[in-house]
């Protein structure tokens, strides 16, 4: 048996809601902390220090799975960090260049 429009209607108003709700509150919480000290030495080092233990954190798990090919995962980190600094810190060149000089060195070798 197919739901019937009002009740439809009612589930999405209700995921409405909550979506907006949990989407809004940490804004409205955060908003008497902007001028913090805090807050403002966290949105300076959180954004470098998360890409740090994701890098940490992917290199250690391909060193394990890799074998023998350990510095291909390496080489193309260094590809990623000299393109992104080199093109005035576009993610997206970086990340493809990255991405596009791991997938050689692995099909090349």
Do not use: C, Q
Not at 75 to 100: D, N, P
């Amino acid at each position: 048996m197919t739901p019937s429009l009002p009740y439809l209607l009612a589930i999405l108003a209700i995921v409405f809601v909550i979506d907006f709700t949990l989407r809004a509150l940490p804004f409205k919480i955060l908003e008497p902390l902007r001028d913090s000290r805090f807050v403002e030495d966290m949105a300076v080092w959180m954004p470098p220090g998360i890409m740090l233990i994701l890098v940490l954190s992917t290199l250690t798990h391909n060193a394990h799975t890799a074998g023998d090919h350990w510095w291909v995962a390496l080489a193309a980190t260094g590809v990623t960090v000299a393109v992104h600094l080199l093109s005035g810190r576009k993610l997206l060149w970086s990340v493809g260049a990255g991405t596009l000089a791991y997938i050689a060195l692995l099909n090349w070798l």
